[in-house]
Nanobody, 115 residues
Framework: QVQLVESGGGLVQAGGSLTLSCAAS????????MGWYRQAPGKERELVAA???????NYADSVKGRFTISRGNAKNTVYLRMNSLKPEDTAIYYC?????????WGRGTQVTVSS
């Protein structure tokens, strides 16, 4: 089993920054992809950013130029640096990791951006 634990969420004013962290534990071989999703009230969960084992990255258009995803040296940690936050970034942010065709999810961390 693999467990993912997110941290770093909170309340921030518009224009501010936050860095989310996700640490994986358990039986880990090698994650092919790690990423961040978010879900706002009344909306579907959407991809925010993802990073592959080869460090290729992919971002939602709404966060390009503002958010940066990165992996830790041990490759079982993923970060999301969020700059220039907007009220519409308010959501629960979930960490995702894919290993051997199976996806694992964290429980999420709340990010609230006040105007």
């Amino acid at each position: 089993q693999v467990q993912l634990v997110e941290s770093g969420g909170g309340l921030v004013q518009a224009g501010g920054s936050l860095t989310l962290s996700c640490a994986a534990s358990g039986i880990i071989f090698s994650f092919n992809t790690m990423g961040w999703y978010r879900q706002a009230p009344g909306k579907e969960r959407e991809l925010v950013a993802a990073i592959t084992r080869g460090d290729s990255t992919n971002y939602a258009d709404s966060v390009k130029g503002r958010f940066t995803i990165s992996r830790g040296n041990a490759k079982n940690t993923v970060y999301l640096r969020m700059n220039s936050l907007k009220p519409e970034d308010t959501a629960i942010y979930y960490c995702d990791a894919e290993q051997e065709g199976r996806n694992y999810w964290g429980r999420g961390t709340q990010v609230t951006v006040s105007s």
